[in-house]
C-alpha cells in the first residue's frame, strides 16, 4: 500500500511537471491559428512557417545550437581536468578553487547576467557570441567539475599506478586506464552544459548581441508581440532535442536499471 501510494505521488507529481509541455507539443500540431486546446485537427502547417522564417531558423541553427555545443566542449575540456586536480590532489588554495567553481550556482543567474554586462560596458566591449559562451561556461562548470569529481570517486587511483608501472606515462596512465571508467561522467557532464546553455534565457536576453539572437530569447521576444503557434513549433523542437539528449543521458547513466 504504501509503495503504490508513493508512486501515485510521483507520477502525480510528473505529470503536473510535463503536463504543460505535452500541451505545447499538442497545440504545435493543431490547426488552430492560435494556441487552442485541444485543437480541432492536425497540421505540419506550424512546422513549415517555422522553416520558412529566415531569423528563427539562424537563431536555432547558427546561435543557439553553436553556442552550446562549444559551451559543452569547453566546461569539458576545462571541468574535467579542473575536478581531476580538486579530486587527486590536495593543494594550497584547493579549497577556495572548489569555492569559485560552485558560487555561480549560488547567485541568480539574472543577477549574473546584469554584472557581465555591466563588465563588458565598463571594458568598452560589445555583447556577442563570445561573451555568451563564456557566460554559460561560468554557469555550466560547477555541474561539469562535481560530475567528474563523483566519477573519480569510483575510480581506483591503483589503476593508473599499475599503468605507469607497465610504462605507461602519466598521461598515458590516465587515458587508458582512468577514463574509461570515467567517460560515462565525462559524457553527461558535456549532455548537461549543452542542456544548460540550450535553454539559457537569464543570461541570452543580456549578452546577445547584433545578429546573435538565441532561440529562447527569440522566442520570448515573439511572445510579447505575436502569438502564433509557430512558436509552438519551435518550442517542439527544442523538447525534442532536450528529451533526446536526455534519453543517452539516461542510457549511459543506466537508468530504469535494476
Not at 18 to 40: D, E, Q, R, W
Not at 92 to 107: E, I, K, T
Amino acid at each position: 500500500m504504501t509503495a503504490a501510494l508513493y508512486r501515485a505521488v510521483l507520477t502525480a507529481i510528473y505529470g503536473a511537471l510535463i503536463a504543460p509541455l505535452l500541451v505545447v507539443v499538442i497545440v504545435s500540431f493543431g490547426n488552430s491559428p492560435t494556441f487552442a486546446f485541444p485543437p480541432s485537427g492536425f497540421t505540419l502547417e506550424w512546422f513549415r512557417l517555422f522553416l520558412s522564417k529566415e531569423e528563427m531558423v539562424s537563431a536555432l541553427v547558427n546561435v543557439s545550437l553553436p553556442i552550446a555545443a562549444a559551451t559543452a566542449v569547453l566546461a569539458v575540456a576545462i571541468g574535467v581536468p579542473t575536478g581531476i586536480a580538486l579530486s587527486r590532489f590536495r593543494f594550497r588554495g584547493g579549497g577556495v578553487l572548489f569555492a569559485l567553481v560552485n558560487m555561480p550556482l549560488l547567485v541568480p543567474q539574472i543577477l549574473l547576467g546584469v554584472s557581465l554586462l555591466l563588465l563588458l560596458i565598463m571594458l568598452n566591449l560589445r555583447p556577442g557570441m563570445p561573451w555568451l559562451v563564456l557566460a554559460h561556461l561560468t554557469i555550466t562548470m560547477p555541474f561539469v567539475v562535481n560530475i567528474a569529481m563523483a566519477a573519480l570517486a569510483k575510480a581506483d587511483p591503483a589503476l593508473e599506478e599499475a599503468a605507469m608501472n607497465l610504462g605507461c606515462t602519466r598521461p598515458g596512465a590516465f587515458l587508458r586506464a582512468t577514463l574509461p571508467v570515467i567517460r560515462s561522467g565525462v559524457l553527461n557532464g558535456a549532455i548537461l552544459a549543452f542542456i544548460i546553455s540550450f535553454g539559457d534565457i537569464n543570461l541570452a536576453l543580456f549578452l546577445s548581441g547584433p545578429g546573435v539572437t538565441t532561440i529562447p530569447v527569440y522566442t520570448f521576444s515573439s511572445l510579447m508581440f505575436q502569438a502564433q503557434p509557430d512558436i509552438a513549433a519551435v518550442s517542439t523542437i527544442q523538447i525534442a532535442i532536450v528529451a533526446g539528449l536526455l534519453l543517452v543521458l539516461g542510457k549511459t547513466v543506466g537508468l530504469g536499471r535494476s
